[in-house]
């Protein structure tokens, strides 16, 4: 009777001690406090994988760093505040840049490296969007290149144009293959396709216009629905 007595009274310490534990484990913040210039090291006999300076703040990770692809707007993604800032949403896609992309395209092999850059983006692929506010309205155009801030901003639909420089073929909409290169350039075209411009300005108030070709500084400047100009 003592045997079974003491066998019952182990097996309820048993039960009261995984309570208690579970307890401990699951609702209870966990705090860790480092003294002054101490160090949080996690390692193994003979190898640093993590360490966190207390006079500096700075975390260090000394292998890797893992991050899991971005399937949705909860996983797979680095913020800076609020904001996101780095994720791989869809195929192929890589987007650097506070809200850069979104979490519903279906495009692939996008780039957008920059503020709010190709973050309209719906079925568009191929796409690089290189500097702030680049290709922000792009939907469904594709391969298109724009390098410099506002570059191809208004861009929906428009495929194949390449834009180099601050706010070149910044009003495009649906104007296709289109190359500007310079500050300004073929600024105001919404839907005029196949023009060339090189310098600052050049086409510059170009709207509908189309088969153009103008190099130098506000060459063509004030062409708007004019079509296979040379200058």
């Known amino acids: 009777m003592k045997t079974k007595l003491s066998f019952l009274k182990k ?29 949080f090291t996690i390692k193994d006999a003979s190898t640093n994988y993590f360490t966190l300076s207390q006079s500096t703040g700075q975390v260090n990770i000394l292998r890797t760093l893992r991050l899991e692809n971005t399937t949705s707007s ?20 890589t987007f650097l840049g506070i809200n850069a992309g979104n ?16 973050s309209s983006n719906t079925s568009g692929l191929y796409n690089t969007a290189v500097g702030s506010i680049t ?46 290169v310079g500050f300004g350039s073929i600024f105001s075209n919404t839907t005029g396709s196949e023009n060339s411009a090189v310098g600052f300005n050049s086409l510059y108030k170009n709207t509908e216009g189309y088969d153009n070709t103008s190099m130098g ?13 040379i200058a």
Do not use: C, W
């Open 11 to 39: 097996i309820r310490l048993l039960i009261v001690s995984f309570l208690m534990l579970s307890t401990t484990v699951f609702s209870q913040n966990i705090t860790n406090t480092l003294g002054t210039n101490g160090v």
């Open 74 to 93: 909860s996983l797979g993604i680095i913020f800076k505040g609020p904001d996101r800032f780095l994720h791989n949403y869809g195929t192929n896609n």
């Open 103 to 118: 979490f519903t395209m279906s495009g692939s092999n996008n780039l957008a490296l920059g503020f709010s850059s190709l």
């Open 135 to 180: 290709l922000t309205s792009n939907t469904t155009g594709y391969k298109n290149t724009a390098v410099g801030s506002g570059s191809l901003y208004f861009n929906t639909t428009g495929n194949s144009n390449t834009a180099l420089g601050h706010v070149s073929l910044y009003s495009n909409t649906t104007g296709e293959s289109n190359t500007a």
């Open 217 to 229: 500084f506000q060459s063509l400047f004030s062409n708007t629905t004019g079509f296979q100009n």
